[in-house]
């Protein structure tokens, strides 16, 4: 029933049935309106940890560029300049290849897998 506007004796049940629609009309616009508002809020917060993610991002790769020219450096003083550079190149090669090879399979693992599929397929033959 609507706050706003008691029951009368003299209404209809035509009328009491459209209150109801519209009552339940107002009822999805307001659900509506606070999931809208919640993917709003959700979206600005995963928007400002974006940027300072892709900022700390760059900070740890310069930071990186810095220490592995360093090492480059002091190593050709003690080695020489291609030996300094592939005793650099190799371990951050190595470690890089681990890494991506790592990230890429567990990128091809987020599709379906046999436990959602089969999940999948018992809801849908709930329906």
């Not at 979206?43 to 360093?70: D, E, N, Q, Y």
């Not at 379906?112 to 329906?127: F, H, K, N, T």
């Amino acid at each position: 029933m609507s706050e706003g506007r008691p029951i009368e004796d003299d209404e209809t049940i035509g009328d009491l049935v459209g209150r109801l629609v519209e009552d339940g009309r107002d009822y999805a616009k307001a659900e509506f309106n606070l999931y809208r508002a919640i993917v709003e809020y959700r979206a600005l917060r995963a928007r400002r940890a974006v940027v300072m993610l892709a900022i700390g991002w760059f900070l740890l790769i310069a930071a990186m560029s810095a220490l592995t020219i360093g090492a480059m450096i002091a190593l050709s003083l003690k080695i020489g300049p291609l030996l300094a550079g592939l005793a650099v190149f190799v371990p951050l090669a190595l470690a890089g290849y681990a890494l991506a090879h790592y990230g890429w399979a567990g990128m091809r693992g987020l599709g379906r897998d046999a436990p959602e599929a089969a999940a999948i397929e018992r809801g849908s033959r709930l329906q």
